[in-house]
């Protein structure tokens, strides 16, 4: 129920965004879903894409400093208190999340949220009980 998540390290200069999705674009490479946080020097870019290895290497390939993190991709109710319900079964194991971003598209109506967690094991038993859905790895990169 892991996912590979591919993160980016990206010098802040005009360009080079565009340099790595066009490297994503011809290895026929679909960014699912993203988020890019940034500093003064540099950016971090992280992705969820449906080809996770063949990206890997092929931005290696081409000089860019990747690493894969392994993520955990939740269905969160798309109503007020959704999130919440989930950080509640997640805080109740008093796990820290360390970071969280949103896929663009829906999953029959319901939000598709990426966590990034000290405990991924102990993260996706705690959502078990609790009712929600964690989803594969095959389904996410095929969302």
């Known amino acids: 129920m892991r996912v590979k998540q591919i993160s980016i390290f990206l010098e ?3 360009g080079r965004l565009l340099e790595l ?3 994503l674009s011809r290895t026929g490479i679909n960014i699912r879903a993203l988020s890019l946080a940034e500093t003064a020097n540099y950016g971090i870019l992280r992705l969820i894409v449906d080809q996770p290895d063949k990206a890997l290497a092929g931005l290696k390939e081409k000089g860019f400093s990747v690493a894969e993190t392994e993520v ?3 269905e969160v109710p798309d109503c ?3 999130l919440a319900e989930v950080l509640r079964s997640i805080s109740r194991e008093d796990i ?3 970071y969280m971003y949103a896929f663009v598209e829906k999953k029959e109506g319901n939000a598709v949220v990426v966590f990034r967690v000290e405990d991924p094991e102990k993260t996706i038993a705690a ?3 609790a009712g929600i859905k964690v989803f594969p790895a095959e389904e996410v990169y095929s969302l």
Request: charged share 15%; no cysteine.
């Open 12 to 14: 802040n200069q005009a």
């Open 21 to 23: 999705t066009e490297t």
């Open 72 to 74: 955990i991709v939740v």
């Open 80 to 82: 007020p208190g959704g």
């Open 96 to 98: 820290n999340v360390e």
């Open 127 to 129: 959502l078990n009980r």
